[in-house]
C-alpha cells in the first residue's frame, strides 16, 4: 500500500520541467505518437471527469475505483513509450539485443531485492512517528514534503495539456552554475548545474502547480490529495522502468510477501494508512452526505503503490509489445496483446480485491490478488505465442556498458585534477 514511499527519491529525479510534454516515442524505427490514440484521449478525460465529478455525483466507489484505476494505468503506460528509443534491429521483431531507453530511471536486481526491505523500514518508521510523536506535526512535514514533490509532478502533467492548448510555445534557456563548499556526500558534486531549460507553457504550467500545492497545504480537500496522487502515478510510470520482464517480477514476488505481512500479520499497514493525511492514497467517496457525528464524509482508499508497482510491470509488458510489433502507425496503434492481458488480469485482480473487503468487512492487501493476476496472466499469454524466452530476455538499458565506463573515466578525471 506504501510502496511509493522508499522509491519517491528516484522518481522525483526525472520529474523536471522539461520531460513534461514528451509523447513523442521511436517504436520500432517508427516514431508515434501516444497523444493521437483516441483511446488514450478518452481515459485522460475521464480521469478528469471521475477526479472533479466525485465531489458533486455519487458515484459507487467500486465503480469509481476500478474505472479511475483503470484509466490511469492505460494513459500512464501509453505515455512510457516516449522513454523507449526503438531496438539495435531495423524492425525490432524477434530483437533481444538491449533496447535504449531515454529520460528514465531504470531498477536493477539489486534494488528489486531490497525494494520489500526498504519499504517495510519506510512503514515502520512511520507507524513508530505516529505512535510516539505529535501526529499533526508529522502529517504535516509529511504533507508539506509531498505538496513541493507534487508541485512537479502536477507541473509534468498540466504541461503536456497547456502544450496542446496554447497557441505561443518559447523556449526559454539560462545558464546557472553554482559551486558550493559542501562535502560530496551531502551537497554532491560543484559545481551544481541549475540551468534553465524550459518552454513558457512550463513555466505557467509551474506557476499553476504552486498554487495548487499552496491550496492542498492550506485546506487539505480531498479532490486536491487526489490530484497529486493521481500526478503521482501518471509521472511515475511513465518515466520508470523495471529494466527487465525477471526485475519486475522479483519486485512483485517480493512485495507480495511484504503486502500479506504487514496487513494480516500487523496492525501496520491499516494504521498508517488511516493516519497519514498525505497524497499517497487515492480517496474515493461512500457518499456526498456528511457523518452525522463527525461530520465528515465517508472515503474508502486505495495507495498508490497498489496502482504504481504493477503499473511499472504491465508499461513493460507494453514497450515489449511495442517492440515486438512489425510495424506502427503514427497514432502509436500497434498490437498489443501482452498489455491487453496483464491490464484485464489487473483489472480483474482489483475487482476481487474489492468483492472480499466488502464481503468479510475487513481490509485487504491488494498485491496479494493483483501480483499473482500480473505474473500469471503475462506468463500464460507469453506461453501461449511460444515466446517466453523472448519475454525473458527482453532488456532495457538506460547505458551501455561502454557508456558507463567511460562516465567513470570521466568522474576519475574530475577528481585528479
Request: hydrophobic letters at 45%.
Amino acid at each position: 500500500m506504501f510502496q511509493l514511499i522508499s522509491i519517491e527519491n528516484n522518481i522525483s529525479t526525472t520529474m523536471s520541467l522539461t520531460d513534461a510534454a514528451t509523447s513523442q516515442t521511436s517504436v520500432s524505427g517508427v516514431t508515434t505518437k501516444a497523444d493521437k490514440n483516441s483511446l488514450v484521449n478518452l481515459a485522460s478525460a475521464t480521469i478528469f471527469l471521475l477526479w472533479i465529478g466525485a465531489k458533486y455525483v455519487y458515484i459507487p466507489y467500486t465503480v469509481n475505483i476500478i474505472l479511475l484505476v483503470t484509466c490511469i494505468l492505460y494513459v500512464a503506460c501509453h505515455r512510457s513509450l516516449s522513454i523507449l528509443g526503438g531496438s539495435s534491429k531495423p524492425n525490432g521483431v524477434n530483437g533481444n539485443d538491449d533496447i535504449m531507453i531515454k529520460g528514465a530511471e531504470v531498477m536493477r536486481k539489486e534494488d528489486a531485492q531490497w525494494f520489500p526491505v526498504v519499504g517495510s523500514v519506510s512503514l515502520f518508521t512511520l507507524y513508530l512517528a505516529f505512535k510516539f510523536l505529535n501526529k499533526d506535526l508529522v502529517n504535516y512535514l509529511i504533507s508539506f514534503y509531498f505538496a513541493m514533490i507534487g508541485c512537479f509532478a502536477i507541473t509534468a502533467s498540466l504541461s503536456s495539456v497547456f502544450d496542446m492548448i496554447s497557441p505561443i510555445k518559447r523556449k526559454v534557456y539560462k545558464k546557472i552554475i553554482v559551486k558550493h563548499p559542501l562535502p560530496e556526500f551531502l551537497g554532491g558534486e560543484s559545481p551544481w548545474d541549475l540551468s534553465l531549460d524550459c518552454s513558457t507553457t512550463d513555466i505557467l504550467a509551474f506557476l499553476c502547480s504552486l498554487i495548487l500545492s499552496a491550496v492542498y497545504i492550506k485546506s487539505k480537500h480531498w479532490l486536491m490529495n487526489n490530484l497529486m496522487a493521481i500526478s503521482f502515478c501518471m509521472q511515475g510510470i511513465e518515466k520508470f522502468s523495471l529494466g527487465t520482464y525477471k526485475i519486475g517480477a522479483i519486485l512483485l514476488v517480493g512485495l507480495f510477501f511484504y503486502d500479506i505481512f504487514w496487513v494480516f500479520g500487523t496492525d501496520v499497514m491499516v494504521t498508517v494508512a488511516k493516519s497519514l493525511d498525505g497524497p499517497i492514497k487515492i480517496l474515493f467517496p461512500r457518499t456526498l452526505i456528511p457523518n452525522a457525528e463527525t461530520n465528515k464524509i465517508e472515503f474508502s482508499l486505495l495507495g498508490l503503490g497498489d496502482i504504481v508497482i504493477p503499473g511499472f510491470f504491465i508499461s513493460l509488458l507494453l514497450r515489449f509489445d511495442a517492440h515486438r510489433a512489425t510495424s506502427c502507425e503514427i497514432d502509436g496503434v500497434f498490437p498489443k496483446p501482452y498489455f491487453h492481458t496483464c491490464l484485464i488480469a489487473y483489472v480483474f485482480g482489483l475487482g476481487l480485491t474489492l468483492f472480499i473487503m466488502i464481503y468479510f468487512e475487513a481490509a485487504q492487501p491488494a498485491l496479494l490478488y493483483l501480483v499473482p493476476a500480473c505474473l500469471g496472466s503475462s506468463l500464460g499469454c507469453a506461453w501461449f505465442r511460444g515466446e517466453v524466452k523472448e519475454l525473458f530476455e527482453y532488456s532495457e538499458d538506460q547505458e551501455p556498458e561502454e557508456d558507463n565506463e567511460a562516465e567513470e573515466k570521466n568522474k576519475q578525471a574530475k577528481k585528479d585534477e
